[in-house]
């Protein structure tokens, strides 16, 4: 059995306690257009709990908590196989069997051909208000649909959920941490307003990350 295989057969025992970590530290990762890591930065190997050697080529799930609707995923790699830009917020699991709550950004690098080549993705950490009051139910529910009925409804939930708001899910959870953060200092200069087009929500997203 070759190591992916042993990592990816590993049983993690899940323990309910969050990962003690520098919040205002950036997780940092490259990996190719199937989702396999190709690096690390060491903030993610610190949080993560596992080595560089344990991460290099294995799959980008190697960290996916059960506690994650596979829905979002499913969003989520829609899109940056489509070349566009995708923010979630992620509920990651360490080598330990604790968690980490991030929110997602990624550059997507191209050939001379115009074919995705790699994937790099920032990460950073999530107000704790907007993962208990808003994220942590929504999950939940979209988990439960997804164990009675399948990733189908599951996904027509969401949509439908989305729908009710007028918002995407990255214009919902834009809106989620700039409803927290508003007050904070760095922000006062930010000014509230809904954002459609990506290159906004990534002006967001680049000021959330560089904060």
Not at 47 to 68: K, T
Not at 114 to 142: M, S, T
């Amino acid at each position: 059995m070759n190591q992916e295989n042993q990592l990816q057969k590993q049983e993690r025992t899940i323990i309910d306690k969050e990962v003690s970590w520098d919040k205002t530290q950036v997780i940092m990762s490259k990996t190719n257009a199937f989702g396999i890591i190709e690096y690390a930065n060491e903030i993610f190997v610190d949080v993560s709990g596992y080595e560089d050697y344990e991460l290099m080529g294995q799959p980008h799930n190697i960290i996916r908590h059960p506690d994650m609707p596979r829905v979002i995923f499913k969003v989520l790699w829609e899109n940056l196989k489509n070349g566009k830009n995708f923010h979630a917020i992620v509920k990651n699991l360490a080598k330990s069997g604790r968690y980490y709550w991030v929110i997602t950004d990624f550059e997507i690098s191209r050939d001379e051909n115009d074919v995705i080549v790699n994937y790099f993705g920032r990460r950073q950490a999530v107000p704790q208000e907007v993962i208990a009051l808003h994220i942590e139910p929504l999950y939940k529910k979209l988990l439960q649909i997804e164990a009675a009925s399948g990733i189908e409804f599951s996904e027509k939930y969401l949509i439908g959920f989305l729908e009710e708001k007028g918002k995407s899910y990255v214009q919902y959870i834009k809106d989620l941490i700039f409803e927290q953060e508003k007050g904070h200092a760095k922000f006062d200069q930010y000014e509230e307003k809904h954002v459609e087009e990506d290159e906004e929500e990534r002006g967001f997203f680049s000021r959330l990350f560089n904060r």
